[in-house]
Nanobody, 121 residues
């Protein structure tokens, strides 16, 4: 199967920066879009940023101009650079990869375990 391992979360003061990383491994034939989502208690998981294999990106309005998503296709890794962080960015951040596996050639979404980002005011 496919595993996504996130890193880079933590506690930061408002105005600070964090960089999240997510590495995909396992029986990967190809990865289509990769993205970052976030969720707070009692709320749905929302898209933060998404990037295609070719590098096209889209962002939630609330993070435009502050967050930047990028990927290294050779390493099956996606990054999220978060600048000018605000307390309302506090959430668990989840990595997502739309992946076709080697043996079954079935394409579906895979998720990481989540990493906590806390922004203090």
């Amino acid at each position: 199967q496919v595993q996504l391992v996130e890193s880079g979360g933590g506690l930061v003061q408002a105005g600070g920066s964090l960089r999240l990383s997510c590495a995909a491994s396992g029986s990967i034939f190809s990865i289509n879009a990769m993205g970052w989502y976030r969720q707070t208690p009692g709320k749905q998981r929302d898209l933060v940023a998404r990037i295609t294999t070719g590098g096209s990106t889209n962002y939630a309005d609330s993070v435009k101009g502050r967050f930047t998503i990028s990927r290294d296709n050779a390493k099956n890794t996606v990054y999220l650079q978060m600048n000018s962080l605000k307390p309302e960015d506090t959430a668990v951040y989840y990595c997502n990869a739309n992946t076709k596996t080697t043996y079954t050639r079935v394409t579906r979404d895979y998720w990481g375990q989540g990493t906590q980002v806390t922004v203090s005011s």
